[in-house]
């Protein structure tokens, strides 16, 4: 009977746990793996283990280079998403025109389409404009598909915003520029940041839509998917637990200062 009632008082405790081991478990296989020295082409059992990959985490031609790609489209399709987003996001919410339910309707399209249509969609507009394949098409199309995401992080912020602080700025004869960049850019700030981190991960791990309009340029989930029909590097591991720890380590960075700055309120 005790272990029932302790089990019955820390059930949900114990369902995050096991969901966040479930959730993890694919980083940890891959963390691991990166240590591995295989004797085929596959890394695909445990052999031994070996810092080689680490010391050499480009040894694989083009690897590298497909990575830098996947990290230009990205910083680039969240600049862009991020400040259109932003922009449409402030419209919606505080001007009103017509057409604003309908575009409100429009705005998750992106969102519940298969991207398998939007991919072939956008292949389809390109070419009917004589667009030639590559970095810039896929860049377009990665904006075009993070623009909902951003729209609806910011949104959210936006209408949850107090309009009197924004008043209050006005009233002590804050500029319209001052109150923006002073009270309602600050406010707004979490929803924006959290769109462009979704943004930066949407764009980094795309393969349908970037596969469908990329034509001879390729991207680091282009190369693994490749990598994978003929042997699958170690390095690859290397790379995709450098970027977990990257962003583990961003995550804590957040965490801490937000401790500390609820500290300093209370």
């Not at 089990?7 to 296989?29: D, E, F, M, S, W």
């Not at 959210?156 to 002073?182: C, G, I, K, N, W």
Request: net charge positive; with cysteine.
């Amino acid at each position: 009977m005790p272990l029932v009632t302790w089990l019955k008082r820390h059930l949900v405790v114990i369902a995050g746990l096991l969901t966040l081991a479930y959730l993890l478990l694919p980083n940890v296989v891959v963390t691991v793996f990166s240590f591995n020295r295989p004797k085929g082409r596959f890394n695909y059992a445990w052999q031994q283990f070996s810092l080689d990959a680490w010391k050499d985490p480009c040894g694989v031609a083009d690897m590298c280079g497909s990575l830098s790609v996947s990290l230009q489209i990205a910083v680039w399709a969240t600049i862009g998403a991020t400040l259109l987003g932003t922009m449409i996001a402030f419209a919606l919410v505080r001007y009103r025109f017509r057409a604003r339910s309908a575009v409100n309707s429009l705005i998750f399209l992106p969102m519940a389409m298969p991207e398998v249509v939007m991919a072939a969609s956008l292949l389809t507009l390109f070419l009917n404009m004589g667009a030639q394949l590559g970095f810039w098409t896929i860049l377009i199309a990665h904006i075009m598909f993070c623009l909902s995401f951003v729209v609806v992080a910011v949104k959210a912020r936006v209408m949850s915003m107090d309009p009197r602080l924004e008043e209050a700025a006005r009233d002590l004869y804050a500029s319209p520029v001052q109150t923006f960049l002073r009270v309602t850019l600050p406010i707004a700030a979490p929803g924006i940041a959290a769109g462009a981190l979704l943004s930066f991960a949407l764009s980094f791990d795309d393969f349908i839509i970037t596969n469908f309009n990329a034509g001879s340029t390729v991207t680091f989930p282009m190369f693994v998917w490749g990598s994978a029909q003929r042997g699958t590097p170690v390095q690859i591991n290397v790379i995709g637990t450098a970027m977990f720890l990257v962003a583990v380590l961003l995550v804590l960075t957040s965490m801490v200062i937000t401790n500390r700055r609820n500290r300093h309120k209370a």
